[in-house]
């Protein structure tokens, strides 16, 4: 399976359209196999720049990547493509791999495609560059160190539960490149690690904040939030 990530800049008078037209791209896309909406998320307010929008769309592999490509490029999504930049400034794409550090469990037959509404939920997500030549490490290191670091928490303690984990296709923008989706489960928790250093305890070694830095030091984050419809939330 494979992932298209897109970074859109919406026009902040537009937004409102801008969400209608990913609306029908979801019901477009179901009227094929192996392509769904999966994830349509607000960058939220206040953590970064302003009207930004993150989608992920599933994909079951190249064969689907190229239908959908073709359908937008001469098929009958290109009005819908022409209409929807109407409502942005730009829009960046990756193409994806998933990271078996996380694997993401879904049927792309099954995932929701009416817009039926639901609850909201954070995301944290961490997109890191690895150090040339220690990509490979870095996943197994976030594998075997911090994916479960986090799972051995208590469940009424946990913070973040990482949801999926992706590395950017080579080609297919900037590499090497891993990106981790994590729900955020504690509010309290997240806006302790906002407002408060980290104590010198997860700085030592044999901690992942210490330890990881052999592999990697520059990463970004932003913090999500789903539409009340987003087919995954």
Do not use: N
């Amino acid at each position: 399976m494979l992932f298209l990530h897109e970074v859109h800049r919406v026009v902040g008078k537009r937004e409102k359209d801008f969400e209608a037209a990913y609306r029908e791209w979801m019901a477009a896309l179901a009227e094929q196999d192996g392509t769904r909406l999966l994830w349509y998320l607000h960058h939220a307010h206040g953590s970064g720049p302003s009207y930004q929008v993150v989608t992920v769309t599933g994909l079951a592999g190249g064969e689907a990547w190229e239908r959908l490509a073709r359908r937008v490029h001469g098929g009958d999504l290109r009005a819908w493509a022409r209409a929807t930049d109407a409502c942005r400034h730009d829009v960046h794409g990756r193409l994806l791999a998933p990271l078996d550090l996380a694997p993401l469990d879904v049927d792309l037959a099954t995932v929701p495609s009416d817009g039926r509404g639901h609850g909201t939920s954070l995301y944290m997500e961490d997109t890191m560059w690895p150090k040339r030549g220690k990509v490979d490490d870095y996943v197994a290191a976030a594998r075997e160190v911090y994916a479960r670091m986090l799972g051995a928490h208590p469940e009424g303690e946990v913070l973040l539960r990482i949801e999926a984990a992706f590395e950017t296709l080579p080609g297919a923008g900037r590499g090497p490149e891993v990106t981790l989706l994590q729900k955020v489960h504690s509010m309290p928790g997240l806006v302790h690690l906002l407002t408060h250093d980290l104590p010198a305890e997860m700085r030592r070694p044999g901690t992942w904040m210490h330890d990881a830095l052999e592999y990697r030091d520059t990463w970004r984050s932003k913090l999500l939030r789903t539409a009340p419809w987003s087919p995954l939330w």
